[in-house]
């Protein structure tokens, strides 16, 4: 599943994202972009099972207008043959988000990782033979800077999102990225305030604030499961899905009576509640 995503969204996306740009303008492009989260989000609930409520899905709605304002709601210069290389991107990035999510419940550290560099080596050897120039060490400098926070450092809290919102919600924040690149232009690069930015941070926030009002909660049952990931036991009040005694040494050296993190294989024994929840690894069930 790893080789999966690491070819889909570290390889033959930003390979489309790259063929595209050619073809289209700067506004066309931001605004193409967008259509990861409407890909993400539709694949979460058609495939994945997720659940977005309503106001979930108002949410998504303004958060995404604000985004095509940001973008000035140009198409100028737009192309059929690049309109559709950046859809294809934006397909790959969300099949990649979905199978992320379910990654997710192991080690994101290990992922980003692992995806990283799975996938620079073709990217690599693909810039090689359409005889692209290598970078001197000063540039190759700033541009592993800008990728480790960019990429490595954004896969790894993608990552934790995913885990903890599912790839619908996920989604919905996501596509605030605009917002925040043009904030930082402001803040930092004194670019001007503009009008569209102006209008398109009260779309966003509204959205957000409307997704964190967000209140799924019904009775549903889970049935026995075996699997392993990173979990927090906390003495007193102890998530119930995570309950379990640990009769083979996994606490040895661990101070028990404070929460703490660690990893070992588990069951899950069956349980039936109700709760507040999302669409996350232990709530993927029809409604």
């Given at each position: 599943?790893?080789?999966?995503?690491?070819?889909?969204?570290?390889?033959?996306?930003?390979?489309?994202?790259?063929?595209?740009?050619?073809?289209?303008?700067?506004?066309?492009?931001?605004?193409?972009?967008?259509?990861?989260?409407?890909?993400?989000?539709?694949?979460?609930?058609?495939?994945?099972?997720?659940?977005?409520?309503?106001?979930?899905?108002?949410?998504?709605?303004?958060?995404?207008?604000?985004?095509?304002?940001?973008?000035?709601?140009?198409?100028?210069?737009?192309?059929?043959?690049?309109?559709?290389?950046?859809?294809?991107?934006?397909?790959?990035?969300?099949?990649?988000?979905?199978?992320?999510?379910?990654?997710?419940?192991?080690?994101?550290?290990?992922?980003?990782?692992?995806?990283?560099?799975?996938?620079?080596?073709?990217?690599?050897?693909?810039?090689?033979?359409?005889?692209?120039?290598?970078?001197?060490?000063?540039?190759?400098?700033?541009?592993?800077?800008?990728?480790?926070?960019?990429?490595?450092?954004?896969?790894?809290?993608?990552?934790?999102?995913?885990?903890?919102?599912?790839?619908?919600?996920?989604?919905?924040?996501?596509?605030?990225?605009?917002?925040?690149?043009?904030?930082?232009?402001?803040?930092?690069?004194?670019?001007?305030?503009?009008?569209?930015?102006?209008?398109?941070?009260?779309?966003?926030?509204?959205?957000?604030?409307?997704?964190?009002?967000?209140?799924?909660?019904?009775?549903?049952?889970?049935?026995?499961?075996?699997?392993?990931?990173?979990?927090?036991?906390?003495?007193?009040?102890?998530?119930?899905?995570?309950?379990?005694?640990?009769?083979?040494?996994?606490?040895?050296?661990?101070?028990?009576?404070?929460?703490?993190?660690?990893?070992?294989?588990?069951?899950?024994?069956?349980?039936?509640?109700?709760?507040p929840h999302v669409s996350d690894g232990h709530h993927r069930h029809r409604h």
């Open positions: 599943m790893l080789a999966l995503l690491t070819l889909i969204g570290g390889i033959a996306a930003p390979i489309c994202l790259v063929s595209g740009l050619v073809f289209l303008s700067a506004g066309s492009a931001s605004l193409l972009l967008n259509l990861e989260a409407i890909f993400t989000m539709g694949i979460a609930i058609a495939v994945g099972r997720e659940h977005l409520s309503t106001k979930g899905g108002a949410a998504g709605a303004l958060i995404l207008a604000g985004a095509v304002i940001i973008g000035g709601g140009t198409t100028t210069g737009t192309t059929l043959h690049g309109a559709l290389l950046i859809a294809l991107a934006c397909l790959g990035w969300g099949i990649d988000n979905n199978i992320s999510q379910r990654l997710s419940i192991r080690d994101p550290m290990q992922i980003a990782l692992l995806k990283s560099v799975v996938a620079s080596v073709p990217m690599l050897l693909v810039a090689g033979l359409t005889g692209a120039r290598f970078p001197t060490l000063s540039e190759a400098s700033v541009v592993l800077l800008i990728g480790a926070v960019g990429y490595g450092l954004s896969i790894w809290l993608d990552l934790l999102a995913l885990r903890d919102l599912g790839a619908a919600r996920e989604s919905v924040i996501f596509a605030t990225a605009p917002f925040m690149g043009a904030g930082f232009s402001v803040l930092v690069l004194n670019e001007p305030l503009s009008a569209n930015l102006i209008a398109s941070g009260v779309f966003m926030i509204g959205g957000v604030a409307l997704m964190l009002k967000e209140d799924h909660a019904h009775w549903h049952r889970h049935d026995a499961l075996w699997h392993e990931h990173k979990q927090l036991h906390t003495p007193g009040d102890q998530d119930p899905h995570h309950a379990h005694e640990h009769l083979n040494g996994e606490a040895k050296g661990v101070q028990s009576d404070s929460p703490f993190w660690h990893s070992h294989p588990h069951k899950h024994e069956p349980i039936a509640h109700e709760h």
